[in-house]
């Protein structure tokens, strides 16, 4: 895979009324082959021209991502989804009334117009249209559908800044399109249309009790057995070493009132062996680690998952940048955005989670960090 390498320009741009300029000199470098960024209501995308392989080869090169993980394709008319899609199932376009524009992605069959390596030649498509107006400003503007992934390097966490996008991608994108903060700080839901009953690949940000009030039978991620780390899977999203920071990221659940204690004891412990740690922590539990020698980013309540979800990634990247060893964190409540929260923290934790009730002492955690 040939290296991308570009100038990068970065152009504020503001989300209530974008620059028609920049949109337009955004448009042109979409067709002309390159690299455009943008925000969107959920992360940072990385876009390219989805009808031209070339072009959406170099995002693959860019995010050093494996050619075998296929990309979104957005769109910024709900009508166009029979321009990248075919055979399509009436309830995608019950879905696209009730959550377009948002957070939801519809795998469906791919059309032939639509570059092969966008769906790493598969014949399915994922689709979004983003609920936001720079993408859509765009999308329109370049007047062809753009397939873009998250705009990080691939097993680091999504961007939720430009600033983010910029110190995964400088160098390998020609324009970042900085609008600020993305509302939602969780990518979308992606489900998968084309299987006898629609599948949640990969939770998101649209809420799998809303997706139900739709899809009685809605088959959720955790009813399937995790795949493992190989090609040919329906989601690649669900792989090891994804979303993670550079940290080892320690998940720890426990019921007991004594489970915030005991992530205290285990902190401590690394510390006094010479490790640098980071503690994401709720407000809830925030006071209870005071004194301790540590890096802490506060989460806010837990009861806002959506003020968590916002800035998940954005707290493990700043510890990652402070340079800890280890990111210990306690899972937190599975409803509505929690789903999308769990699996990402899961992911980040390198699918193992760490069980506090069944653990008789520290002895039993030893064995994970030596
Ligand atoms: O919110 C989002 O979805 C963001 C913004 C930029 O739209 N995009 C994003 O893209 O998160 P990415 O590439 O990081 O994640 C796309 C997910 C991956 O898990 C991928 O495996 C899955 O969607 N996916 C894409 N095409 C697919 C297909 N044809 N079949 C099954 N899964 C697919
Ligand atoms: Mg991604």
New binding site residues.
């Given amino acids: 895979m040939s290296d991308y390498s570009v100038e990068t320009q970065i152009f504020p741009v503001d989300p209530n009324q974008p620059d028609p300029q920049i949109i337009i000199r955004a448009a042109e470098v979409l067709r002309d082959q390159g690299l455009v960024a943008f925000p ?1 209501e ?4 990385l876009g390219a021209n989805a009808l031209d392989e070339t072009a959406v080869s170099r995002i693959f090169a860019a995010k050093q991502r494996p050619f075998y ?4 394709v ?1 769109i910024a008319h709900k009508t166009d989804i029979d321009f990248v899609a075919k055979d399509i199932p009436e309830i995608a376009f019950t879905l696209g009334e009730n959550f377009w524009p948002g ?1 939801l ?1 519809l ?1 469906l069959k ?1 059309h032939e117009r639509v570059a092969p390596n966008v ?2 030649g ?1 014949g ?3 689709v ?1 249209m ?1 609920n936001h107006s720079i993408p859509l400003d765009l999308i329109r503007a370049a007047g062809v559908p753009v397939a ?4 990080n390097l691939f097993t680091r966490p ?1 961007p939720t800044s430009a600033q983010h996008v910029l110190d995964d991608l400088g160098g390998h994108v020609d324009i970042i399109l900085d609008g600020g903060p993305c509302p939602i700080g969780l ?2 839901t ?1 489900l ?1 249309l084309t299987s006898d009953h629609p599948t949640i ?2 939770p ?2 649209a809420p799998a009790e809303a997706l139900k009030e739709i899809i009685p039978d809605l088959v959720l991620p955790e009813d399937k057995p995790m795949r493992d780390n190989a090609t040919a899977k ?5 792989m090891l070493k994804h979303y993670s920071p550079k940290a080892r990221f320690l998940l720890f659940k426990g019921s007991s009132a004594t489970a915030v204690d005991q992530i205290r004891e285990i902190a401590r412990e690394l510390i006094s062996q010479g490790y640098k740690i980071g503690l994401m922590v709720t407000d809830e539990d925030h006071l209870q680690f005071f004194g301790l020698r540590a890096e802490i980013e506060r989460l806010g309540s837990q009861d806002d998952l959506p003020g968590i979800g916002q800035i998940l990634f954005a707290r493990m990247r700043s510890l990652d940048k402070k340079g800890v060893d280890f990111i210990l964190m306690r899972s937190l409540p599975n409803e509505g955005l929690g789903l999308a929260i769990g699996d990402r923290l899961f992911k980040a934790a390198e699918q193992q989670v760490i069980d506090l009730d069944s653990m008789k002492d520290l002895s039993d955690i030893s064995e994970i960090f030596s």
């Fill in positions: 969107t959920t992360v940072y995308g993980d296929p990309l979104i957005h957070p992605t795998v791919r769906s790493a598969l399915t498509v994922a979004r983003p873009a992934p998250s705009a999504s990518e979308s992606v998968d690949l990969r998101g940000g329906p989601s690649p999203g669900m």
